[in-house]
């Protein structure tokens, strides 16, 4: 049946994909709870089941003997048994054979029965006895002995001797089965002893003495970290003297040995460097920042929180000083590497806590963060209470993780030969040296046999039929392989592979260039081919290790090339494991463990557990963060249960009051804390960077807790976060705050605001709409509250029953109350968090290790470097490998791969050249004296140890090979390859060593050495290669000093750029490295710096033989040396000089270089500076190349070796005649010729102007650019060109006019003397003392002052000078100085002077001193007045200072003048010369100033407006010394007053702070009065009130002034428009200057004396509009005969007086007398004016708000009040605003008279508790 045609569907939509499941949000809170309530419910079965260890004091699991073998056990224990004794144990264990024969073995191998001296003894006895009778206790123990044979865990030594007797004895039955099992087992335990003996190898058992095992116990117990104490006192493990050339004394000598040099190369700098620091921590004298070569130094360190790291467990999160370090490059330095160790302290270091980079973040790094893992928590709980200026963190320059896990390995090991007395793998090798090496035990099967092995896969000139012949090849027999022709080796490969695979040890050294890798890669091969035949049952990878990624990648590169390992990828699987992080090669990445793990797509609750962990204390990091600068919901409070019931009732309750406000009950809280009108009065508080204790305000914390928490993640996990927060804040931080509405300027809430925040589910709404200077300023409000750290006590919480009737100080107290236990409770769910994650974590790294492990041992090979063994230690021990592969072994530590050996370790390979680079170690001096840097390799190879080296290089040509032999190799031998490479282009030698003198030099801050010279004479040789024809990956250029390659690599990167080439380079950089880091690769061409060059003959690095050997076997077909040869020579370094030697005698050695060049190969350059290479800067020589290029010009540049320069575009100019005029084309050669642009004359038809233009341009399509010579109609000679319009642009020309108004002469443009604005400046005093920077216009000739623009210096009520830089025309802020308040307990009040001080709650003890008979006494607290009257009693104390020891002048209770009144009577009679004195007259001296006054001068002084006038206000100002002005504070005598004058001034504060919140809260109703009344308003005047306002201006105070101003000036301005147009402009200059004087007031509050100017100006320019519309009515209506002449004069002489009067000209006398005549006027003629209505002229000031910058008193009736600068009413007195009460005028200054005199005009405030009530119309 045919498949059914599938119907076609009519339905035509779209397709549609499949949409994506929305994952449902994540539920912090709740998981948040889980973990809680798991934590708690976890703490409560803490204590568990009690094991049977508890009970039975035994180990559980312990299985206890039968009792008849406990009875034999008895009796073994015995030391001799007799002959009865040994039948009757062996009747009892054959009878308990078939029960239980495991038990019966292990008694008789503990008990070693077979071996005792008396078992043996009898059995000889019976072997020797003539009786043949049969006896049954020989036949037992026969089966006893086939019994325990069986038993594969038991040696073969324990059966072997009696087995031996046993078959020979005559009285056991004929029984031949008898004979033949014995027979048969001892040929089994023949071939088990051979077995056992390859697997012992050798060793003897271990043998420990008390003091090796004290030794080995020291060494276990051992921090690695050493302890403050232990670097003071400098402890280490003891090292004993070294000799490489002899075995150890013991496996337990060998590893002490290695781990304590291991231990002291990693922690003897470190020591050092912690040492040094607290050597330079405790010197007096310190020169500069502290530098060690050993350790780095980070300091400022702060202690932010823990964080969970997935991966690393709980790390705790630091900030650092990143200003010490801001020029470091994170992304390519060492600096904090992840894994390293570093040291928090503090002081003198003695109290130390180490911990590990856990992350390394580069953005973090950046910031000045790092987490890190503390080693020891139990210590960092005391750095967290040290200053930040105190911490510091230590860091190591070597890397830790390379030492922890090594050492730790070896402990390991330790242990095991302490508690299992195991031994050291390949002790026998390792330790003692010895030289018979056995081949590995794998190549052996169970009965001895030898293995075969498959040779097919290393076969390379044999045809097909021979990898048939070589399948089954003994291992072991290398008579039977194939030969060295067959297999493609020579002779020294197959020697080198015979000794790799049939020795356990196999060592292969090759020299450079002889192929050692492409050798490990054949025998990697082979095992890899054959590792399923060597093992059967028990596979376990290979394990590869490499020193470097870079190599271990290229080994695993040319592993998947193989054609031969193809068979192991048939099933699609990755059979090679890369374990590591490093890896830049694409096809390796993929055999990467991470991609392993990857393929398992394994699914792990502990890792999502981790993963929910890490997003809760994210979550609720974000939220403590927002928490403390952010409002919360009440919906929040009530659900977490932190606000009470009735109190959320009462919240709500009121909310009804508050719905225009606050338009949702959970945002009532907003209202409540008034936080709108609060905020907007801190847009007026000049914010200061101290607290009221005077200490800094740290907001750091907060602002890095911030970065922290969302700044390094993905932007859904982030947004996911903020939107679970988003519905717990109403009022929140700029992060849930988008910004793309910003104003610059101060804006005031509208009805906007409270519109937008009815909705309070859409806050991004509401933000959308503030403008980003409010709502910042609100922010920062609400911040200030919130750091304050007082709360509302708990038992005035629970009193509370209604939270609206509390003050705002205490609304703050009880929501931070509210906040505080928030906080708790959600510090306490991080921290079940931060547990839950740590076990979690911990579970998870342990099934991760797990399935790593699965991971690891079903694969075949593993790969990884030495470091990342060192770091998967315990991975290693449980895979146990076979057999081990070391690529660089040279370069490995001892340690490494001692840590690496297991003891199933079978092979061991090791390939490398110990005579190049050694490893690296950090600690010089233990590296000199016990020669550290030897490897394991070198260390067996030169005691003998049998080794392979190859002779054969295939890299170097033989001019560069020669070199190394004899010197360094001395059987080296070239390959016939290394014969046929080419000559280096350009140079006459392929290998020269270019000898100078020119200094080295080094940097302060580093330790590395530069020679400027090498590095000019190496990049100029670059580029003259570059132009040869090589290619960036032909050459590479290497040094011996680190900074030197960094400055080639920027002087090569410089000339790169400047490099013009036909052809193109390869992408790639020219590689520059160090030569350390070079070991292993080649390069075509080398280019070495040597660096070093200085009078000392200090060599360096140059004086290790095995750098000098890599060096210079690096290159293929070139090399290149620059170095001070000179120096080397004279160094006596044997190497050098016979290198140096070599050269002289090859003529490679000089001070010059040649180079030829390939055009002219007759011509030789000779370079020997960098300056010489500009005769070949083409890359030829100095000849011109004079070829024809295509165009037809010839190659101007000098000879070059390169062509397809040639091909570049021709640079020279065309030429070709282009126009009809015959001109050349100008452009280049490469170019399309355009228009001819050659300049000629052409002269223009109309002007008859001659210019200069291209030749192809036409005239008519450009205007005559010649100057005018025409004049304008002003008189003035024209400035413009000829082609334009003279009198189309206005005349530019300066003329001096006078301005028609104020009479100022001016000097302005011509085109602008019929209107301009007067500039001039106005230079007056303004009220505040300082001089107006504003112009004559601006400030309305005097009459209205702009704001003052100065800096604020007025002296606040407290004595302060203000200087906190703010504009004088700006409220001043509170005192932020210190308060300087003093009393006999404190030195000073804690608080800043701006707020309330503190009182003192001490008893005054004020008394009259002992002799005084008034005997006063004070029992008040300090803060209270005394209850006692001043003692007016002479002081009963005798002078001091004075020789007669005469009585004191003073008085009872003060201190003693200074001055004897008898013995200094002249120089009290000029101190007071005018006072009459008696013997009974009495002097004070001031504590504060030291100034001495008459006791009865200074009372009146300092009770004057206090007692003598108790009817009169006066002035709140503090007391001063008569003479210096100092305040009087000290004396006690007048505490009473100063306690009052305090008082008053506390008083004060709290009244300008009062006002300052009135003055803002009051704009929300008049403002929401204001909107309510808008309706009431034509439309046409509210459209001109719109147009006239201030951009962007929502200061509701400046539109109620500007709606007054044009409310008065409207109807005349129409009238004005109507009859008299004329004059509309002067009036409208006016009224603009008013108007702009108005906006200047957006962002400042208006002042009480600016107010009043600004009401006689506007009722001056009222009335003057009125007379000028009275004059124009007049001269055109002649019918009016009431109006005499005189009349029009006296008219005309107003209007000349108010037009544009002066201030000091100008007096408020002429408004009146200007009043009285248009009154008079308009009473003689009715019909004039008619249309001016009634009203006021006087703009009236109700409900426009003000400050008051000036004196305060204290009115009869204790009401505090404010009085101006110029506020003067022109009465003697001015009235308290309260009570009417009355001061007199001559406390106030002579030039305060500027009132208008009438009520209206007094600005007005509003108190906070009742809402303005504003009756009627607006207007």
């Keep these: 049946m045919g498949r059914r045609k599938r119907r076609r569907s009519l339905d035509r939509r779209p397709f549609e994909p499949k949409r994506r499941r929305v994952r449902s949000p994540f539920d912090f809170r709740g998981y948040a709870q889980y973990v809680s309530e798991e934590t708690q419910n976890g703490s409560d079965d803490e204590i568990g089941p009690v094991n049977s260890m508890d009970i039975s004091g035994e180990p559980e699991g312990e299985e206890k003997l039968p009792v008849e073998l406990e009875n034999v056990e008895k009796m073994l224990d015995v030391p001799t048994l007799e002959e009865p004794d040994i039948k009757h144990i062996v009747c009892m264990l054959t009878t308990a054979l078939g029960s239980d024969p495991n038990s019966i073995c292990s008694l008789l191998k503990d008990k070693d029965f077979f071996r005792r001296h008396d078992v043996l003894s009898l059995l000889t006895e019976k072997l020797t006895s003539e009786c043949c009778d049969s006896e049954e206790w020989l036949e037992n123990i026969v089966k006893l002995v086939l019994l325990i044979t069986k038993q594969k865990d038991i040696k073969t030594k324990y059966t072997k001797t009696i087995l031996g007797l046993l078959s020979q004895i005559k009285c056991i039955s004929d029984d031949t089965m008898v004979k033949d099992q014995i027979r048969e087992v001892i040929n089994t335990l023949n071939v088990r002893e051979k077995l056992e003996k390859l697997k012992e190898d050798?060793?003897?058992?271990?043998?420990?003495?008390?003091?090796?095992?004290?030794?080995?116990?020291?060494?276990?117990?051992?921090?690695?970290?050493?302890?403050?104490?232990?670097?003071?006192?400098?402890?280490?493990?003891?090292?004993?003297?070294?000799?490489?050339?002899?075995?150890?004394?013991?496996?337990?000598?060998?590893?002490?040995?290695?781990?304590?040099?291991?231990?002291?190369?990693?922690?003897?700098?470190?020591?050092?460097?912690?040492?040094?620091?607290?050597?330079?921590?405790?010197?007096?004298?310190?020169?500069?920042?502290?530098?060690?070569?050993?350790?780095?130094?980070?300091?400022?360190?702060?202690?932010?929180?823990?964080?969970?790291?997935?991966?690393?467990?709980?790390?705790?999160?630091?900030?650092?000083?990143?200003?010490?370090?801001?020029?470091?490059?994170?992304?390519?330095?060492?600096?904090?590497?992840?894994?390293?160790?570093?040291?928090?302290?503090?002081?003198?270091?003695?109290?130390?806590?180490?911990?590990?980079?856990?992350?390394?973040?580069?953005?973090?790094?950046?910031?000045?963060?790092?987490?890190?893992?503390?080693?020891?928590?139990?210590?960092?709980?005391?750095?967290?209470n040290v200053q930040e200026c105190r911490l510091v963190m230590i860091e190591s320059k070597s890397f830790y993780m390379v030492y922890d896990h090594t050492?730790?390995?070896?402990?390991?090991?330790?242990?095991?030969?302490?508690?299992?007395?195991?031994?050291?793998?390949?002790?026998?090798?390792?330790?003692?040296?010895?030289?018979?090496?056995?081949?590995?035990?794998?190549?052996?099967?169970?009965?001895?046999?030898?293995?075969?092995?498959?040779?097919?896969?290393?076969?390379?000139?044999?045809?097909?039929?021979?990898?048939?012949?070589?399948?089954?090849?003994?291992?072991?027999?290398?008579?039977?392989?194939?030969?060295?022709?067959?297999?493609?080796?020579?002779?020294?490969?197959?020697?080198?592979?015979?000794?790799?695979?049939?020795?356990?040890?196999?060592?292969?050294?090759?020299?450079?260039?002889t192929g050692k890798t492409w050798m490990g890669l054949r025998i990697m091969e082979f095992l890899l081919c054959n590792k399923r035949k060597f093992e059967k049952s028990d596979s376990r990878p290979i394990l590869l290790l490499s020193h470097t990624n870079h190599a271990l990648d290229q080994f695993f590169e040319k592993l998947l090339n193989s054609e031969n390992l193809r068979f192991l990828f048939i099933r699609k699987e990755r059979p090679f494991v890369r374990v590591g992080g490093r890896c830049v090669n694409e096809r390796v990445q993929k055999f990467m463990l991470k991609e392993h793990r990857k393929q398992e797509r394994y699914w792990s609750k502990n890792r999502r557990h981790v993963q929910n962990s890490t997003k809760c204390v994210k979550y609720i990091d974000t939220f403590l963060s927002y928490l403390q600068k952010s409002i919360v919901s009440t919906k929040c409070l009530e659900t977490e249960n932190i606000i009470s019931p009735q109190h959320v009732w009462s919240l709500e309750r009121n909310f009804r009051f508050h719905e225009k406000s606050v338009p949702c009950k959970e945002a009532i809280i907003i209202a409540w804390l008034r936080i709108p009108d609060a905020a907007m009065y801190s847009r007026f508080h000049v914010s200061n960077a101290q607290s009221e204790t005077g200490t800094e305000i740290d907001d750091l914390f907060l602002q890095e807790n911030q970065k922290r928490i969302l700044g390094d993640d993905d932007d859904d996990f982030e947004k996911e976060i903020l939107h679970a927060i988003r519905p717990s804040f109403v009022f929140a931080?700029?992060?849930?705050?988008?910004?793309?509405?910003?104003?610059?300027?101060?804006?005031?809430?509208?009805?906007?605001?409270?519109?937008?925040?009815?909705?309070?589910?859409?806050?991004?709404?509401?933000?959308?709409?503030?403008?980003?200077?409010?709502?910042?300023?609100?922010?920062?409000?609400?911040?200030?509250?919130?750091?304050?750290?007082d709360t509302m006590p708990i038992h005035n919480v629970n009193r509370i029953r209604n939270v609206w009737r509390l003050s705002l100080s205490e609304r703050w107290k009880l929501y931070r109350f509210w906040i505080h236990g928030l906080t708790i409770k959600f510090q306490n769910q991080r921290a079940n968090l931060i547990s839950h994650f740590s076990r979690k974590s911990q579970d998870d790294h342990q099934e991760r290790f797990r399935r790593d492990l699965s991971i690891l041992t079903s694969c075949q090979m593993i790969g990884m470097t030495t470091t990342g063994a060192a770091s998967n230690m315990e991975l290693l021990r449980e895979i146990r490998p076979r057999i081990v592969v070391v690529e660089e072994a040279a370069q490995v530590h001892e340690q490494h791969i001692l840590g690496c050996l297991t003891k199933d370790l079978q092979h061991l390979i090791l390939i490398g050249d110990h005579q190049q680079l050694r490893p690296t170690m950090n600690n010089y001096d233990l590296r000199c004296q016990y020669k550290t840097d030897v490897s394991l390799m070198e260390r067996l190879v030169m005691n003998g140890f049998p080794f392979q080296c190859l002779t054969e290089q295939h890299r170097m040509r033989p001019e560069i090979s020669c070199m190394l032999t004899p010197t360094i190799y001395p059987s080296l031998q070239d390959h016939s390859t290394v014969l046929e490479y080419q000559n280096v282009k350009g140079m006459k030698h392929n290998i020269f060593f270019f000898d100078h003198q020119n200094p080295e030099s080094q940097s302060n801050y580093s330790t590395s050495y530069t020679n400027d010279f090498e590095v000019e004479m190496i990049a100029n040789l670059y580029k003259y290669l570059i132009l040869q024809g090589y290619s960036n990956s032909d050459i590479t250029i290497l040094s011996a000093y680190n900074d030197q390659v960094r400055k080639i690599r920027t002087r090569v990167s410089e000339i790169s750029q400047q490099l013009v080439l036909g052809r193109k380079i390869t992408d790639q950089r020219v590689h520059i490295t160090a030569v350390d880091n070079f070991q292993g690769e080649e390069n075509k061409i080398i280019l070495l710096s040597l660096v070093r060059s200085n009078e000392d003959c200090k060599l360096g690095h140059l004086g290790d033989p095995q750098r000098i050997c890599v060096s210079l076997s690096r290159a293929k077909e070139g090399f290149y040396a620059f170095g001070n040869f000179q120096m080397l020579y004279k160094r006596s370094n044997d190497l050098w000089m016979k290198i140096i030697s070599k050269a002289t005698e090859k003529d490679v050695l000089g001070k010059s270089l040649s180079l030829v060049c390939n055009n002219h190969p007759q011509k030789i350059t000779s370079i020997s500076s960098p300056d010489d290479f500009e005769n070949v800067k083409d890359g030829g020589c100095d000849e011109p190349c004079a070829t024809l290029l295509q165009c037809g010009h010839v190659c101007e540049r000098k000879c070059h070796a390169d062509d397809s320069i040639h091909d570049l575009p021709c640079q020279k100019a065309c030429l070709r005649k282009w126009c009809d005029h015959g001109h050349l084309c100008q452009r280049k050669c490469f170019k399309e010729c355009g228009p001819c642009m050659e300049k000629v004359k052409k002269k223009y038809s109309t002007c008859e102007h001659e210019v200069r233009v291209p030749c192809s341009e036409d005239l008519s399509d450009h205007p005559c650019p010649a100057k005018c010579t025409r004049q304008r109609d002003c008189g003035h000679p024209c400035t413009l060109r000829c082609s334009q319009i003279c009198n189309q642009h206005p005349c530019q020309d300066l003329v001096q006019v006078t301005h028609p108004a104020c009479g100022h002469e001016s000097l302005i443009k011509c085109s602008a003397k019929e209107s301009f604005l007067c500039q001039k400046e106005c230079r007056e005093t303004l009220p505040c003392d300082h001089l107006c920077k504003g112009t004559c216009h601006s400030c309305s000739n005097g009459r209205l002052h702009i704001p003052c623009k100065q800096v604020c210096s007025r002296d606040l009520i407290c004595g302060h000078n203000c200087n906190t830089g703010h504009l004088c025309s700006s409220m001043c802020p509170p005192c932020y100085k210190k308060c300087e308040?003093?009393?006999?307990?404190?030195?000073?009040?804690?608080?800043?002077?701006?707020?309330?001080?503190?009182?003192?709650?001490?008893?005054?003890?004020?008394?009259?001193?002992?002799?005084?008979?008034?005997?006063?006494?004070c029992s008040k607290q300090c803060f209270e007045d005394c209850e006692r009257p001043p003692c007016n009693n002479r002081c009963k104390r005798t002078l001091k200072d004075c020789n007669f020891r005469h009585r004191c002048a003073g008085v009872c209770g003060e201190i003693c003048p200074s001055f004897c009144k008898r013995c200094n009577k002249d120089q009290l009679q000029k101190m007071f010369p005018e006072a009459k004195r008696n013997d009974e007259t009495l002097f004070i001296e001031l504590v504060d100033c030291g100034h001495i006054f008459e006791l009865e001068t200074m009372d009146k002084h300092m009770q004057s407006e206090y007692t003598d006038e108790p009817n009169n206000d006066r002035q709140v100002v503090l007391k001063m010394c008569p003479k210096c002005f100092t305040p009087i504070k000290r004396s006690n005598r007048y505490r009473n007053v100063n306690k009052q004058i305090f008082r008053d001034i506390e008083e004060v504060k709290r009244e300008i702070e009062e006002e300052k919140a009135n003055l803002f809260y009051n704009s929300f109703w008049i403002n929401q009065s204001i909107q309510e009344r808008k309706r009431l308003i034509p439309s046409h005047l509210r459209k001109c009130i719109e147009k006239r306002m201030p951009q962007n201006c929502e200061n509701i105070f400046v539109r109620k002034l500007l709606r007054y101003l044009i409310l008065k000036i409207r109807p005349r301005v129409k009238e004005l428009k109507r009859a008299h147009r004329e004059l509309l402009p002067e009036m409208k200059g006016t009224y603009l200057s008013m108007v702009k004087w108005i906006g200047k007031h957006t962002d400042i509050v208006f002042t009480d004396h600016e107010l009043k100017q600004f009401a006689n100006e506007v009722e001056r320019y009222l009335l003057y509009l009125d007379l000028v519309i009275m004059k124009c009515e007049l001269e055109k209506n002649n019918d009016m005969t009431n109006i005499t002449e005189s009349d029009k004069e006296l008219l005309e002489f107003h209007i000349t007086r108010l037009r544009c009067p002066a201030r000091s000209t100008f007096e408020p006398e002429d408004v009146i007398k200007a009043t009285a005549a248009f009154d008079e006027l308009r009473r003689k003629e009715p019909t004039s004016c008619s249309w001016i209505s009634d009203d006021k002229r006087r703009i009236s000031l109700k409900n426009v708000a003000c400050t008051k910058q000036g004196q305060w008193y204290k009115c009869t009736n204790g009401h505090f009040y404010s009085i101006g600068f110029f506020v003067d009413t022109g009465d003697e007195s001015q009235q308290c605003p309260e009570c009417r009460s009355s001061i007199k005028n001559s406390n106030r200054s002579s030039d305060d008279e500027d009132n208008d005199g009438e009520e209206d005009c007094e600005p007005r405030s509003f108190h906070p508790s009742t809402p303005p009530q504003d009756k009627g119309n607006v207007s």
């Design 407 to 513: 050492l730790k390995s070896l402990k390991t090991l330790a242990s095991a030969m302490l508690e299992k007395n195991e031994n050291i793998p390949f002790a026998k090798y390792l330790v003692y040296l010895k030289q018979d090496v056995l081949e590995p035990l794998y190549t052996r099967k169970k009965n001895f046999d030898v293995r075969l092995a498959d040779f097919g896969c290393l076969l390379q000139n044999g045809e097909q039929i021979s990898k048939t012949m070589y399948k089954k090849v003994p291992i072991l027999n290398v008579d039977k392989w194939p030969t060295a022709e067959v297999l493609g080796f020579n002779k020294d490969q197959y020697e080198a592979l015979k000794k790799c695979l049939t020795k356990r040890i196999g060592i292969l050294q090759g020299p450079p260039g």
């Design 733 to 789: 931080d700029e992060h849930l705050i988008p910004n793309n509405v910003k104003t610059n300027g101060i804006i005031f809430y509208t009805d906007t605001f409270y519109k937008i925040f009815r909705n309070v589910c859409i806050y991004q709404d509401f933000w959308n709409q503030v403008p980003y200077e409010q709502r910042r300023k609100m922010l920062s409000y609400v911040q200030q509250n919130l750091r304050h750290q």
């Design 202 to 384: 050798g060793d003897t058992p271990l043998i420990l003495s008390k003091e090796i095992k004290d030794e080995l116990q020291k060494l276990v117990n051992w921090p690695i970290l050493p302890s403050a104490q232990m670097i003071r006192q400098n402890e280490s493990l003891p090292i004993l003297p070294r000799d490489l050339k002899l075995p150890y004394k013991s496996p337990a000598h060998y590893l002490i040995d290695q781990f304590s040099l291991f231990l002291e190369d990693f922690i003897g700098p470190l020591r050092r460097g912690i040492r040094n620091y607290m050597e330079y921590v405790n010197s007096k004298e310190k020169q500069g920042r502290f530098k060690d070569d050993n350790v780095r130094v980070y300091k400022r360190i702060r202690l932010l929180d823990n964080k969970c790291v997935p991966g690393a467990g709980v790390g705790l999160e630091v900030q650092f000083d990143k200003e010490m370090y801001k020029k470091i490059r994170w992304e390519s330095c060492n600096f904090l590497q992840y894994g390293n160790v570093v040291c928090l302290t503090y002081d003198d270091c003695s109290h130390l806590v180490y911990a590990l980079i856990a992350n390394r973040d580069l953005k973090q790094l950046t910031e000045g963060r790092v987490l890190l893992k503390i080693l020891n928590e139990d210590a960092i709980d005391d750095l967290r």
């Design 1381 to 1417: 308040r003093l009393c006999k307990h404190r030195e000073g009040c804690p608080r800043l002077c701006g707020k309330i001080c503190e009182p003192c709650m001490e008893p005054c003890n004020w008394n009259c001193d002992r002799k005084c008979k008034n005997s006063f006494i």
